[in-house]
């Protein structure tokens, strides 16, 4: 088995990429978000079906979603790990509604190993924060 080191760099390349427009979760997920009044949801991104119940019905969004857990787990397999390794993991998107075009402007990761919890914070512009 890989280093648990390694974890830490698929929490911090998910939450990177989930900011990216090449996720394209954007702008589905902060359009539907805005038209239903939230300004941050939690995605399950280890769940069978990511896709939050509420928006289950928007195909784009759900395709998307499930796209990215499958990125979500195609880095977990390069870093040397398991899906079975994996016993949590979700993204935290939060929205500035009426800017942005509906990019999310933080989404903050979080992973559960057996042994240790791994979380990581990134802007719409790629910069990591502090969690």
């Known amino acids: 088995m890989a280093s648990h080191k390694r974890l830490k760099s698929v929490v911090q390349s998910i939450a990177h990429h989930s900011v990216g427009a090449l996720s394209f979760v954007h702008p ?4 539907a978000c805005e038209e239903v009044g939230i300004s941050s949801i939690e995605v399950h991104i280890s769940k069978s079906e990511p896709c939050p119940r509420i928006f289950i019905n928007d195909e784009p969004l759900r395709l998307a979603l499930n796209a990215l857990r499958e990125t979500f ?11 079975k390794d994996i016993e949590s993991a979700k993204l935290v998107f939060e929205f500035k509604h ?4 509906h990019y999310c402007s933080d989404c903050t990761a979080s992973l559960v190993s ?3 919890t791994y979380q990581s914070k990134v802007n719409y512009l790629g910069n990591t924060e502090q969690v």
């Open 98 to 101: 009426g800017q942005l075009d």
């Open 73 to 83: 787990y195609g880095l977990v397999v390069t870093e040397g790990f398991e899906q």
């Open 114 to 116: 057996a042994s240790k």
């Open 28 to 31: 589905h997920l902060g359009k």
